[in-house]
């Protein structure tokens, strides 16, 4: 076997991906092989690091030196001055990890990574997922064989209870519950289910486990056939996450290959294999009963519950579906015991949380934070605030089922309860971030905009309810709001929510609600002022140009679209606002700021 | 013709290889629409009439789901992402920009048959928002203004 004495790790997330990490990794392979390293430096394609905002990221290993935005250029300088001489190039590093008297700052004390606590995201980044020898390496399957050879059935379920862990997928049921009730059903046949059909806008921690450690999830669900009594699994997956697919069908190749999947695994008569079924672009489909039907090959409606899945489920057979995260949580949960994830966290939400931490933020990514860590932690600790200088306004949770939380509960622990307390939810996980100029009723429309497309039309109230809702959003952020209409969507709202069949239905009300809590101002100011406190909605625009700034350079004439700005050269300028379209090119064009909106 | 016949039979293949497994419908469908490019009525009839099953179960899954396409889609399909993060950073100029380059409303294909545009659920590329896709190939951070050479670049 070759001493490998270095190691490039390049992200091959999908964030990085699409910045050219696989050209950087061509680049490293090509030039360590001409120059003769490749027997003592080792190239591996990773999983998400979680700081897309700095990609593609490359570490290397043993100094932990965390390249940041990097070119195909980039390298050859790389392998001459690092690899070579053993001098890390600072000029590249990711610019938090270089300490102001010069001096490198390990990964763990970057801002970023300082208080993220990483259970779930454990190994990506680390490992190669692609090569199951490497996640045994790291422990992994170890919890299966501790399972399958000295734990009953019971004593798995009563771990899992024990440990606190609820669903990550957003409703935070007791994943120890489940398992229990779906083994107290009686049937010769049982199936075990990943939900990997992560639909939430602004979500990627799903994804990002299957891309990053794909064998986690097959060893959680075998873990859990075991404690349930099932034989097949299926993992769920939206078909618009290709790397995550590919590299899930390589880790079950592989894991059948060892012998982990399949027939009487690690000799204890235990049999349990898997298949992927890929989503087609149905949002209802991360519904559970939807979820199912539409492994089954049908039309992937929601159906009333109960019967619950763990009685009747896929195929009509007693079934469990969990979230990826929830899986990733499991092995360790069972290495470590239930008292460590328990020691986690807050009284009733245990463990870890991963956020997709996107929108007007600086440090956009993935973090994974205890529970308990307050969102102000999230968002200026770890985030590094919103970018340009601009006010942080609200951050939302939850995705389409969430709300938006204002910046007066910048302060809450984030925990399940506290969340639904506060009018948003836990969610999958998405958490976006908006400044001063997002106007809060478009948001709204935005998310209603959403459901009304993503509601599978099997139930009244979500079908015709929800496309009310947002013809009257629709009205106000055109300015053609009436009075009575808060009201008229405050009822809506409320029936929907109570009336509803499933999931979608029964929390798509959630956007409108929180925020006529928090910005009932900015719906009156649209309603009763037609005017867009934030400077967002088209419609209520008007811009101007301030005679005393301008310098006549007519370059804003000459980009207006709707030929509405007249004026000399060298004179003041002036629109016409019964002509303009309020694309705002002027504005943009401007030189001098002479152009202003309100 | 010959080239509609081979179609015809790599869909035969996959049906033989699938149709014992449990569910069945929708992984045909989806080898179908790969095959074909999109699922025209013939290969609608043609997988009812394997699988024994009506073609309004195949039309009714058809229709439900956003990525089978019942019309032919053009070279290029460009996937303008309108996840919540896209969204607050402005791809929703980034798409009015499209519309205005090519002519055509969200949704629908160029006269030429060249570009398809569509307005698409969250990527997940969240970290490089606002991001589009032309086939398989990412653009993140985008603005406006890099549309047009953007598509100049498709259309040599």
Same mark, same amino acid.
């Given at each position: ?598 | ?93 980034? $798409?009015?920009?499209?519309?205005? /380059?090519?002519?055509?409303?969200? @949704? +629908?294909? %160029? *006269? =030429? ?14 970290? $490089?928002?606002?991001?589009?896709? /032309?086939?398989?190939?990412?653009? @993140? +951070?985008? %603005? *406006? =203004? ?11």
């Amino acid at each position: 076997m070759d001493l490998i004495r270095s190691h490039v790790m390049v992200c091959g997330g999908t964030g990085c991906s699409s910045s050219n990490s696989g050209e950087i990794i061509k680049e490293f392979e090509k030039q360590l092989a001409e120059k003769g390293l490749d027997k003592e430096v080792k190239v591996v394609r990773t999983g998400c690091f979680g700081l897309c905002q700095a990609g593609p990221v490359v570490i290397v290993y043993p100094e932990g030196a965390f390249y940041s935005h990097m070119k195909v250029e980039d390298v050859t300088r790389i392998v001459d001055e690092h690899l070579i001489k053993g001098r890390v190039v600072k000029d590249l590093l990711y610019k938090e990890a270089v300490e102001e008297d010069n001096t490198v700052k390990s990964l763990e004390n970057v801002d970023f990574y300082k208080k993220q606590k990483r259970i779930a995201l454990r190994n990506c980044g680390v490992i190669d997922p692609e090569n199951i020898e490497e996640y045994i390496a790291f422990d992994g399957y170890k919890a299966l064989g501790k399972v399958l050879t000295e734990m009953t059935p019971e004593e798995v379920i009563d771990v899992m209870l024990k440990s606190g862990l609820r669903g990550r997928g957003g409703a935070g049921f007791p994943t120890g519950m489940k398992w229990k009730f779906a083994a107290a059903s009686k049937s010769d046949k049982k199936y075990v289910c990943c939900n990997a059909d992560e639909g939430d806008p602004g979500a990627f921690m799903d994804r990002s486990v299957l891309e990053g450690d794909p064998h986690v999830v097959i060893e959680a669900m075998a873990i859990a056939a075991y404690a349930i009594g099932a034989d097949q699994g299926y993992v769920y997956c939206r078909a618009e996450y290709p790397i995550a697919v590919k590299r899930l069908q390589i880790a079950i190749k592989q894991a059948r290959e060892y012998g982990l999947l399949g027939k009487n695994i690690f000799g204890t008569g235990f049999n349990f294999d898997m298949d992927v079924r890929l989503g087609a672009g149905a949002f209802v489909c991360g519904e559970e009963t939807a979820l199912m039907t539409s492994i089954e090959g049908k039309r992937g409606e929601p159906r009333p519950r109960p019967p619950f899945p763990a009685v009747k489920g896929l195929f009509g057979q007693p079934t469990i579906l969990n979230n990826v995260e929830t899986y990733a949580n499991v092995p360790q949960i069972i290495n470590n015991g239930w008292e460590w994830f328990a020691s986690m966290g807050t009284e009733k939400s245990k463990g870890t949380k991963v956020f997709a931490l996107g929108g007007k933020i600086c440090n956009t990514g993935l973090v994974e934070v205890p529970m308990g860590t307050t969102l102000r932690e999230i968002i200026y600790d770890i985030g590094g605030g919103c970018p340009n200088g601009k006010k942080f306004k609200a951050a939302q949770t939850g995705g389409p089922s969430g709300g938006c939380i204002p910046a007066s509960h910048l302060d809450i622990k984030i925990d399940y309860d506290n969340l639904t307390a506060i009018g948003s939810m836990m969610g999958s996980g998405g958490m976006i971030v908006m400044d001063e100029d997002n106007c809060m009723v478009d948001i709204a429309r935005f998310f209603l905009d959403f459901t009304v497309d993503e509601s599978c039309g099997k139930c009244a109230p979500c079908r015709i309810g929800t496309k009310r809702m947002l013809e009257i959003l629709e009205r106000i952020v055109e300015g053609k709001g009436e009075d009575g209409d808060i009201e008229k969507l405050e009822n809506l709202a409320n029936t929907i929510k109570a009336t509803a069949l499933c999931g979608l239905g029964q929390t798509a009300p959630n956007p409108v609600l929180s925020t006529l809590k928090y910005f009932r101002d900015e719906y009156e100011a649209h309603i009763y002022e037609k005017r867009c406190p934030a400077g967002h909605c088209k419609k209520l625009l008007t811009y101007k140009i301030d005679p005393a700034k301008c310098k006549g350079c007519t370059l804003c004439a000459r980009n207006c679209p709707a030929g509405c700005i007249s004026g000399k050269v060298r004179e003041a300028h002036y629109i016409d606002t019964t002509k303009c379209l309020k694309c705002g090119a002027c504005m943009e064009k401007c030189k001098f700021g002479a152009i202003s909106r309100s | 013709m010959s080239l509609e016949k081979e179609k015809f039979e790599a869909l035969q293949k996959v049906i033989d290889e699938l149709r014992n497994e449990q569910g069945a419908l929708m992984p045909i469908m989806q080898r179908a629409q790969d095959i074909f490019g999109y699922l025209p009525e013939e290969v609608q009839n043609y997988i009812a009439k394997e699988l024994d099953i009506p073609v309004s179960d195949i039309y009714g899954v058809a229709t439900f789901y956003a990525q089978f396409n019942l019309e032919p889609k053009g070279q290029y399909i460009i996937s303008v992402c309108m996840g919540t993060a896209c969204y607050v950073k402005g791809s929703q100029q980034v $798409l009015d920009k499209l519309e205005e /380059v090519l002519g055509v409303p969200a @949704g +629908r294909t %160029t *006269p =030429d048959g060249l570009f398809t545009l569509n307005a698409t659920r969250c990527l997940g590329a969240c970290g $490089l928002a606002p991001v589009m896709m /032309v086939n398989d190939d990412v653009y @993140g +951070r985008l %603005t *406006p =203004d890099q549309i047009p050479d953007i598509i100049a670049k498709y259309r040599q």
